[in-house]
């Protein structure tokens, strides 16, 4: 059984931010429901400096100024294993980011550790633990919390420090630790520049097979769809799905009668949205030579796409870090198109993958 305490109040949460304020590192998590909501709703938030851990309740504090004020402290590194809906949880309950951040699943790919590590693995490969996650999937806006739920979370702070020590001391042996809090800027950088509705549509993966004008409606169409699930908060989905709405993309129907001839659009939804939708599709999507998506690459660019992430692989393999971390599918088609390195791949990538890029696009077609 690890010792914690349990916050419940306002005053214990300023104590408890008080006791680790000083310290250089202090490892975070969270836990959150999301089944039936756009927004993970808070449910836990783990807090620990390596000796005291906090389970510090989000249903019972509300103010959460001391939190903040240690999220926004430069002097204190925020430690967290695969961050992403984490920093949700954080943007939706306190509207503040952790930085400086360092991310131990992104630590341990850069180390030579593994990509992708889940925090099971990672405690097994770094240090020879093995945790069960039996309670992940339970409910954890219970209360009072469940004994095995209150060990089962803080566990996920207690060992994250070890963790933590393994890949940092891997790291400053190869001289990477700057790439590592680069990569944590870069994380909350993204996290906080959110993007635009207009953009949303991107995400739909068949979207590039449509007609520029079709894409044009795709757009508005998701763009509608996210409002009115942030609006509603509830899963995109639950207003209309992707499929769905490339299929009202293509076919465009002009009445809430003839909506019903797309497979999967449900009456409930024809009734709800139908005369929205029907606004929507009946506008007319001129293309302005503005094509919103990239068309696939051409025979020559996928040659030289090939090249580039083969030669991508042996950098990695020489590294002892894995391609996805350094340059993705996308960075790799994006960089043969601008026939530079794609938009991000700045900073510690930069003086590595700027002379392989060259070389393969420097080959004749």
């Known amino acids: 059984m690890s010792d914690f305490s349990f916050v419940a109040d306002n005053a214990g949460l300023a104590d408890s931010i008080a006791s680790v304020a000083q310290c250089p590192v202090v490892m975070l998590d969270t836990e959150f429901m999301r089944t039936d909501t756009f927004y993970p709703i808070p449910a836990l938030l783990q807090l620990s400096d390596g000796t005291s851990h906090y ?32 920093l949700e949880v954080f943007q939706r309950l306190l509207g503040a980011l952790p930085r400086p ?6 630590g341990a790919a850069l180390a030579g550790f593994g990509v992708g590590l889940g925090y099971q693995r990672l405690l097994d490969t770094l ?7 039996d309670e992940t999937r339970s409910n954890w806006l219970q209360r009072p919390l469940s004994d095995a739920q209150c060990q089962y979370a803080v566990l996920d702070v207690l060992h994250l420090m070890p963790a933590f020590e393994v890949i940092r001391d891997a790291l400053e042996e190869q001289g990477r630790m700057s790439w590592w809090l680069e990569e944590g800027d870069r994380c909350i950088d993204r ?43 509830v899963p995109r989905g639950r207003i209309v799905k992707d499929a769905i709405c490339i299929e009202l993309a293509k076919r465009r129907p002009s009445h809430p009668g003839a909506l019903s001839k797309i497979k999967g659009l449900t009456p409930s939804v024809i009734r709800r949205h139908g005369e929205t939708l029907c606004d929507i599709l009946a506008v007319d999507y001129r293309d302005d030579g503005q094509i919103p998506l990239e068309f696939p690459l051409n025979s020559a660019q996928k040659a030289k796409a090939k090249a580039l992430r083969d030669a991508v692989d042996g950098l990695g393999d020489e590294l002892a870090v894995p391609r996805e971390l350094l340059m993705s599918k996308r960075d790799i088609e994006d960089s043969i198109r601008l026939e530079r390195l794609a938009p991000g791949l700045d900073g510690w990538r930069s003086p590595v993958l700027t002379p ?7 080959v004749n077609d």
């Open 55 to 86: 389970l510090i309740d989000p249903l019972a504090i509300t103010d959460w100024a001391p939190l903040v004020a240690l999220f926004r402290n430069p002097n204190v590194i925020k430690v967290l294993h695969s961050v992403s809906e984490d």
């Open 101 to 106: 951040l360092l991310d131990t699943q992104v």
């Open 127 to 133: 240090l020879g633990i093995a945790i069960d996650k």
């Open 191 to 233: 996290a906080e520049q959110q993007a635009p509705l207009e953009d949303y549509f991107r995400k739909i993966k068949s979207a590039w097979r449509l007609s520029p004008t079709d894409q044009l409606c795709l757009r508005a169409l998701c763009i509608w769809r996210e409002t009115v699930a942030r609006e509603q908060d």
């Open 356 to 362: 392989i890029l060259n070389e393969v696009l420097s």
